[in-house]
């Protein structure tokens, strides 16, 4: 299934379909796609056909709400009361949330319908979502070849229509990179506007959840509803969110765009700055004015990014010690071994990797040569942005600098592996808003994304643009 949610919407207005056959018709999809591994858990048969029965009154009443009857799927590290949330790891395998993250309830209040938990990288450790401790998903349109991390499962899920839209969560390019490697769209919010009550904890200054849709109206639709101000999450922020939806009836006509030259430099894949270029001529030709822009730190991004989110990965990861929820070895004889045992047996190797560097860069020592420093070039990479804002209205380049890689191509070179996101951790860095769409595909028929970044809660900008490339 592949309807956009309009369609769906429309077919159950007119009573041309019911919430309860959609579900079916998603859950048979599901079984029927298995190996591609994108779910982690799919939700209990009855239970969602209870939902769906419950939604189909809603519409009879005419008091359905904004998603009624779009199946959404969500990534493992995001909390569903009553469900098996694992964070796509050993330690967290039979963790049972007792409550719902804010971003479900708000979902569930205008009557979406959650399908399963998806697959991730552990922890959200990764580019490629071979991290996973429940095996790696496929990418569906070339299941040789990876999703893209961290978010795979739920850009599979979307991408191979097992659900209408998704929920990932990004840290350093997690929604985004998927996006472009299964091609579809993916939304990473400003820092700030959608809660992260619920979320599992990689590195919360960076962290964010971001939803993933096969094309812009809907994922636009569903990032107004998560979107806003929340009393779980202190870093939420008191600004009005946009009609997205609305926004991106918008023409680009007039809107300065900056090219920011750092981005097409070495390593980049020859189709890859061909398709994106000419997404940027086409743009110019819709009316957009192009400006050349620097962001002269971004060769820094990488060393920055893997500094500071380890060591918040180090602090964040060390309640999980065998005592409380989580995996308990059972080879425990003393309280010492419980903490070594259980951390030893749960987590992954790259999940150990991170908590060991974010560890050493935090100790005594060595806190000012590494992690003191990174916080000072976190300030100089977000005032880069600052200062290209003050020339234009946003700023498009190649969400990655390759298409999709095969399976176990770079597992064994993590350097490599994280070079996978050069192009999208200085974001994250900075903390603005930025969304992948696709552009174009190589000679392979793998798709290639353009990502559009916007100043800090204009995400409405960034589907404005997004929908006029969509729409060449």
């Known amino acids: 299934m592949n309807l956009t949610y309009s369609e769906i919407r429309n077919n159950l207005e007119h009573g041309r379909s019911t919430c309860r056959t959609i579900v079916e018709n998603y859950l048979s999809t599901i079984e029927s796609q ?14 969602l056909l209870k939902r769906a029965d419950a939604i189909d009154a809603r519409f009879k ?27 796509g790891s050993k330690i967290l395998e039979n963790y049972i949330s007792p409550y719902n993250a804010t971003v ?6 205008d009557d ?36 893209g991390g961290s978010s795979g499962g739920s850009a599979v899920a979307v991408a191979a229509g097992l659900a209408t839209t998704a929920l990932g969560s990004e840290t350093g390019g997690s929604v985004r990179l998927p996006a472009s490697f299964c091609g579809v769209v993916g939304l990473k919010p400003t820092y700030g506007r959608v809660s992260r009550y619920g979320l599992s904890a990689f590195a919360s200054s960076f962290d964010q959840i971001g939803p993933i849709g096969n094309n812009v109206a809907d994922t636009a639709l569903i990032a107004s509803v998560i979107s806003g101000l929340d009393a779980h999450d202190t870093t939420t922020a008191n600004i009005p969110v946009a009609d997205y939806f609305s926004e991106i009836k918008k023409n680009v006509k007039g809107l300065k765009i900056g090219i920011p030259k750092e981005y097409f430099g070495q390593g980049i894949q020859k189709e890859v700055e061909e398709a994106v270029q000419q997404t940027i001529k086409r743009l110019v030709s819709a009316g957009a004015e192009p400006v050349e822009i620097s962001l002269p730190h971004t060769e820094y991004g990488i060393a920055t990014y893997y500094i500071l989110v380890t060591a918040e990965a180090s602090s964040n990861l060390a309640r999980y010690d065998g005592v409380r929820y989580t995996h308990r070895s059972a080879d425990s004889k003393t309280i010492n071994d419980v903490f070594v045992k259980s951390r030893s047996e749960g987590f992954g190797p ?50 990655s600098p390759t298409v999709a890689f095969k399976l176990g191509e770079k597992t064994d070179d993590p350097l490599s592996m994280y070079l996978s ?40 900008m960034c589907f404005r643009v997004a929908q006029t490339i969509e729409n060449f």
């Not at 998603?67 to 969500?74: E, H, K, N, Q, S």
């Open 34 to 47: 298995k190996k591609l591994n994108a779910f982690i858990t799919v939700f209990d048969r009855e239970k």
């Open 421 to 460: 996101d050069v192009y999208t951790v200085n974001i994250n860095i900075a903390g603005n808003p930025s969304l992948s769409v696709p552009c174009g595909k190589n000679s392979n028929n793998l798709p290639i994304g353009i990502q559009i970044i916007a100043k800090d809660f204009e995400e409405a």
């Open 61 to 87: 009443s005419g008091k359905a709400g904004r998603l009624a009857g779009m199946i959404v799927a969500v990534k493992d590290a995001i909390v569903v009361k009553d469900e098996r949330s694992t964070s």
């Open 112 to 147: 979406a319908i959650i399908i399963g938990k998806t697959n991730l990288d552990e922890f959200a450790m990764g580019s490629s979502n071979e991290n996973s401790a429940y095996g790696p998903a496929l990418n569906p349109i070339d299941p040789t070849r990876v999703p």
């Open 104 to 109: 479900i309830e708000r979902l569930e209040n």
């Open 350 to 399: 790259e999940v150990k990797r991170r908590i060991m560097l974010g560890t050493y860069v935090l100790s005594a020592g060595y806190y000012d040569a590494y992690y003191k420093k990174a916080q000072k070039v976190r300030t100089l990479i977000k005032k880069d942005f600052v200062d290209a804002f003050s020339k234009v209205d946003c700023i498009v380049a190649p969400t």
